[in-house]
C-alpha cells in the first residue's frame, strides 16, 4: 500500500538536519513504497496550515544540496501546539494520505514527537522522531547529529585562535560556546589540541559552578607564563547561588536579558587584573558552519533520516533513531541504530557527566576526549610555528 | 655577492601573512644569492635581542605549511621603537651581514619600515615593506594582503548566518565585523548575496555617522517583513558626537574599555522595538580562519613576498609592494605590483570612498560589490531553501 511521509522540523537548526532530511528523501524513493514526501513548511505550523510540499518533485541535483545546506531548507518553528491542534492532526494526514510522520529536532520536538504519536495512535499514522541538536543534551542515544559539527567548529576555531593568540600574545582571549545547560560544544574546545600548551588553555562548563576567584588566579598564572591566554567559556555558566553570572540588563515581557559570558569574563580580567582581554562570541556562525561540517556528523545524520523511514514503515512509532557506540576491540569508532522509546528520551536532559571534567572545574579529561574524537571527523590542520620547530632542533 | 634576509612582522595577524612569508622564502631559494632568510622572532623586539632563526634550514614540506597557517609562525608584536633602536639596527644587520630587511604589516609597520629604511640608507642594507592588515586601511595600492581572506571569512559567514535566520525567522541577528575606523570587512558582508532579499539586510560601516533612530525604522521594517534580519555593522560606529555608540564601560589606565557594538545593538532592538534579537561577534575568529582564506588572497601575498625580495636586491628600498588594479577590457581581473614610495604610503588611512556607500549610509554600492568580488575567490557554496524553490515552480 502505498502512503506518503511527512517530515517536520522543530527548534534551532544545525548544520546537518538538512542531511537527515535528505536521507528520509533517498529511503523513501529506494523503498519503491511512497508518493510523496511532503515537508510541513515552517515546522509545526506548517501542519496546522496544511502547508506542505512534496520534496520529490525537485531534481537529484538539487536535493543533494540538502547536505551542504546549513539550518532547515523546509523552515522550522518554536511555536507552541496546544491539544486542539494534536486533535487536529490525525484528520490532517488522513487527508492527505500521510502514513508517516517524522519530527527532527531536540528535547522539546521529541515531547511533541510523544504527543502527536498519542493522538494518532489509533489513526493507523507513524510516528518517529530524528534526534538533532547542537547542544547533544537528549538523553540516551551516545550523541545527537549535529553535535558532531558544532563539536568540529569549536575545536578548529579555538585551534585558529590559539595560533593568533600565540603570535602576539599580549591578551587573554575568551571565546563564548553556545549551550546554556549542556556542556558539550564548550568542552569540544579541547580537541584543538594537539601539542603540551595549546589553546584552549582554561575551559569553563555550565556543570560546575563558577567561582571568579579561581578563575582570575588561573588566568593570571597562565599570562604569567605564557602572555597569551585562551579560555573557552560556556554562555550559560552559573554563579554559587545558580544565577547567570552576567548580571541581567533588563527585563522584556516575561524574559530577562543577559549579557554575554565572554564579554563579561574579559571585563573581570581587564578590571581585575589590569590585564588586556578580548572576547569572541562566534554564536550561530558556529551551529551554521558547514565549512567546519563534520563528515561523520553528516553521515549519521542521513543514516537517521533513512533509519526513521525505515522505523515508520516497519510500524514501529512512539520512537526515536538513537546511536548506540559500539565496544570494538580494537578501539575503533562505529555505531549501531537503536529505536528507543520516546518516552524514555523525554526523561531528562543529558549533561555531561564527572567523569569528563576536571577537579578544579577548568578543563575536561582525557576520557571526554577519546570520547568526542570520532565525532568531528578527520584531524585538523597542522600549523607550522618556528619556535616550536626550533625548539625540536635544539633537542 | 651572497647576502643574508630578515623578515620582520609586525601588529596584527591575518590568514595570509605567512603566504607573504613563504613567498620570500622561495624568492631567496630560487635567487641562489641568499644564504639565509632570517625571521626576527616575535617581531621587530626580535631584531634588537638578535633573536633571528634562519628559515632555509627547514625542510620545503614544513615551509609549505605556512600557506595554510593563520597568524604568525615567527611571531609579531606592538612593541614601539625609539630612536636609539633604530640607531643601533645597522651595526646588528652587519653582525649577521642581513643586506635585506623585510617588514611585513600595516600602517604601523610601513611607518616603522621607513625608519628603519631612513636609518640603514648608508650602510647598503635595502629595506621592503610588505603590506599587510585585514583591514584595507593601506593608501596607495587596490587593496592588501590579508583583506580577501577576512572578506571571504565575513561573506560566507554572513551567507551561512542568513540561512539560519531565515529558517527560524524569529529575531534580528547582529554581526559584529573588524575594523574600527575603516569599514571595508563590513562591507564585503554583501558579498554573501546570491538572490533578492538574501542577507545581510542591512549593512553599517565607520565611514558614517551612526543614525540610531534610523536604525531602529529600518530595523522595524525589516522585521514587519521578514521576520528574520540580519544586520552586520562594523565594531567602530561613532554616533554624531564623533563617540563609540556603545557607552564606555570603564577606564584602565589610558585605555577606556567599551563594550561590543553587536551586543548594543541587539540591546536597542529588544529594549526600544520589543523584538527578540542576538548578537554575534565572530571577532579573531574571521582574521585566523584558514578554511575560509581567499585563494587569491594567498597567491597574492605570496607574490607581494616574493617582489619585495626582489626589488630588495634590485637595490630598491624605502618602498612598499603595492597592487594596481588592471582595467581590463573584458572586465577579468588581474593586478600588477607597484613599487610604492614608503612615505606615500605612510601619509593617510584608506577609508571607503563615498561611491561605494549607499545614500541612507545602511547599505553599500554595487561598485564596491564588483570591486570586491574578484578578491575573495570562488563562487560561495549554493543553499537550497524550498520556499525559494516552490516560488521558482509557481512562476
Known sequence: MQGNVLVVHGGGPTAVINASLYGVIEQAKESG????????MGGSEGILKEDFLDLLQFPEE???LLLE??????????????QEDYDAMPAIFQKYNIR???????????????KIYAACKESGVTVVGIPKTIDNDIAITDHTPGYGSAARYIAATTAEVGVDVKS???HVCVIEAMGRNAGWITAASALARKNPGDAPHLIYLPERVFNEEEFLEDVKKLYDEKGGVVVVASEGLRGPDGEPIVPPIFKCGRATYYGDVSAHLANLVIQKLGIKARNEKPGICGRASIAWQSPVDQAEAVLAGREALKAAMEGVGGVMIGFIRDEN????YSIHLKRIPIEEVMM???????NYINERGNDVTQEFVDWCRPLIGPELRDFI??????KKLEQ
Chains 1, 2 share one sequence.
Open 168 to 170: 602576539l600574545p599580549i
Open 69 to 82: 545546506t546549513p539550518a532547515t531548507a523546509i523552515g522550522s518553528s518554536r511555536y507552541a501546539l496546544e
Open 100 to 114: 508517516y510522520v517524522l519530527l527532527n529536532g531536540g528535547n522539546g520536538t521529541m515531547d511533541t514527537c510523544g
Open 62 to 64: 538539487r536535493l543533494k
Open 33 to 40: 513504497a511512497v508518493d510523496k514526501v511532503y515537508a510541513a
Open 385 to 390: 610555528d618556528f619556535h616550536d620547530e626550533r
Open 348 to 354: 531528562y536532559e543529558r549533561i555531561i557527566p564527572d
Open 329 to 332: 576491540e580494537d578501539g575503533h
